[in-house]
Each structure stands twice: as C-alpha cells, then as structure tokens.
C-alpha cells in the first residue's frame, strides 16, 4: 500500500512497466535500461527518478535481505536523470519478473534510505497510501495508513486512485482468529496460506479469494 514496484504482473501473468515507463534488454538479456515514468513523487514531495532507482537497486544487491537474490547484478549505472542501465554477470530474461518480486521489491525514496536509524520505521514510497505520521504505526499492534491524494495513477474509467481514505492493518497471528473475526465482520480483508481455511472461508456467503500469480 505504501509502496510501488517497478513492474508488477498483468492479467496474463506477464511482467510489464509500473512505476517505470519501460525495462528494455539488450539483445543477449545482459544490460537492462530501465526509463523512469515523469511526474510522480514519493510521499516527501521529493521525484521519482534515476537517482532513486540506483539508490534501490544498489541497497537491493548489498543488503542482507536481498543480497542473493540480486547477486547476478554487475553494476547498476545512471544514464540520464530519468534512465538507469542495469549490467548482469550472465544473461537475465527474468529481470522484469525480480524487480516486482512477488510485489516486494517496493521502491523507497532515497530519503528512508540514506538514514539507517529510522529506515525500517519511516516509511516513504509512491504508493497510494502514506504514513500520516510516526505514532500511525505501532509495532505488533496495528499500522494505519492514509490516502494519498497525489497517487499518480487512475482507474481504467479514469478515476483518481486509491478509493479508500485508509487502510489499518492488524497483525493477528493465529490462522484460525484471523478467520472467525473475518466471518464475524471485524476484519474486511485476510492473508492466510492455509488451503484448510481458504476451503472453508469459500463457503461463507459474500467471502472470496485472490490468488497472487507466481
């Protein structure tokens, strides 16, 4: 909700341009230029651009979170102000696919990134939900966020998104809570991997499922 990705599956499971205009490869898969889309800013008000791209990429590849799963990166360059050149050691067909990364590799504004003290809780991507301010998130209570009334993108009616003013998350550990307090109408949404609940939620009137593409 807070964050964009740089690609994201369409509905035929193909990876194509998100929050960049376009990822194109050379002819081998072994240099990817990735464009920036114009006009869009992160929740501080800061752009989106080519700095922005390099500063994730390269946290990507060195940190510890993502570091394997990016080692096939060589070097990330900036071309222009809105254009970044992405060399692989070997060819890589599937980098659309890994800068989506199951919806998790989210862009954050450089500004979150440049400060390793307050990173992990200060929040700021281009998302169609932002942090209101620091107290909206209270660790393994709830985390609240606001719409975002700049969101760069539309319905395919042209409607202005998001259509929520807010979202809160709860994190409710145990599978079975998470399901009777959906049936019971305290939750509107629920995560769960467990084919057991999926299977007894599609009985409950007015309950479906959406299934993340792989």
């Known amino acids: 909700s807070v964050y964009d990705t740089l690609t994201a599956p369409n509905t035929k ?55 394997f799963v990016y080692s096939n990166i060589a070097s990330v360059d900036k071309v222009d102000d809105m254009t970044v050149k992405v060399t692989t ?19 954050a504004a450089p500004a979150q990134l440049a400060n390793a003290d307050t990173c992990a809780t200060n929040l700021i991507g281009t998302g169609p939900f932002k942090l209101n301010s620091p107290g909206d998130w209270k660790v393994n209570e709830s985390l609240t966020v606001v719409k975002n009334p700049s969101y760069w993108k539309k ?3 042209g409607k202005q998104l998001p259509y929520l003013d807010k979202i809160v998350f709860v994190p409710v550990a145990d599978g079975p809570s998470r399901q009777t307090q959906l049936e019971g109408g305290q939750l509107d949404l ?3 991997s467990s084919a057991q609940i999926i299977d007894a939620l599609k009985s409950v009137n007015g309950i479906t499922e959406t299934v993340e593409p792989d």
């Open 13 to 67: 499971g193909e990876y194509v341009p998100n929050l960049a205009e376009s990822v194109t490869p050379n002819s081998d898969f072994t240099e990817w230029t990735i464009k920036a889309r114009s006009g869009i800013q992160f929740h501080d008000g800061t752009p989106f651009n080519a700095d922005a791209i390099v500063a994730n990429l390269e946290a990507w590849r060195k940190g510890r979170l993502f570091v």
């Open 89 to 107: 050691k070997v060819p890589w067909a599937a980098c659309p696919a890994y800068l989506y990364l199951v919806g998790r590799a989210g862009i």
């Open 155 to 157: 319905d395919s009616k």
């Open 190 to 192: 629920m995560h769960t």
